[in-house]
């Protein structure tokens, strides 16, 4: 039985399709530059995604959000927190956070009534 997909992403992930960007210095391939841009991260030993809360540092977001997430000492802390309000939980005053910049963008837009340009320079700071 032949799986069924519903976005061309999941179709072109699990096709066997040519993977014309190679990696140089292994046999890594794949079909999106992104990735490969990604992946020679680990030969470069550069690390520039760094935890706000500590001295953390890694080659890759999901890798930071997971250390966030899972770190014992970083209970209740996010790698994004709003600095514009205490938009906590019913009766919290803590401020709004989350490990996800799309979810940090839409409480920007939300509640706080920001335009594209000032949440993405909100977003970086």
């Known amino acids: 039985m032949m799986k069924q997909f519903n976005e061309k992403h999941s179709v072109l992930r699990h096709e066997d399709i040519e993977k014309k960007h190679k990696c140089d210095r292994c046999d890594?391939?794949?079909?999106i530059p992104g990735h490969l841009r990604r992946h020679l991260l680990v030969h470069s030993g550069s690390?520039?995604?760094?935890?706000?809360?500590?001295?953390?540092?890694?080659?890759?977001?999901?890798?930071?959000?997971?250390?966030v997430i899972s770190t014992s000492k970083h209970k209740g802390?996010?790698?994004?927190?709003?600095?514009?309000c205490a938009h906590g939980t019913e009766g919290s005053t803590a401020p709004?956070?989350?490990?996800?910049?799309?979810?940090?963008?839409?409480?920007?837009?939300?509640c706080h009534d920001?335009?594209?340009?000032?949440?993405?320079?909100?977003?970086?700071?």
Request: positive net charge; proline residues 5%.
């Open 28 to 31: 890594f391939a794949t079909h």
């Open 77 to 84: 802390k996010f790698l994004y927190e709003c600095k514009l």
């Open 96 to 110: 709004y956070g989350t490990n996800f910049q799309k979810e940090f963008k839409e409480h920007l837009q939300q």
């Open 47 to 67: 690390k520039p995604f760094a935890c706000p809360h500590c001295d953390y540092s890694c080659n890759n977001i999901e890798n930071l959000r997971k250390h």
């Open 114 to 125: 920001l335009s594209p340009d000032e949440v993405k320079m909100a977003s970086i700071l």
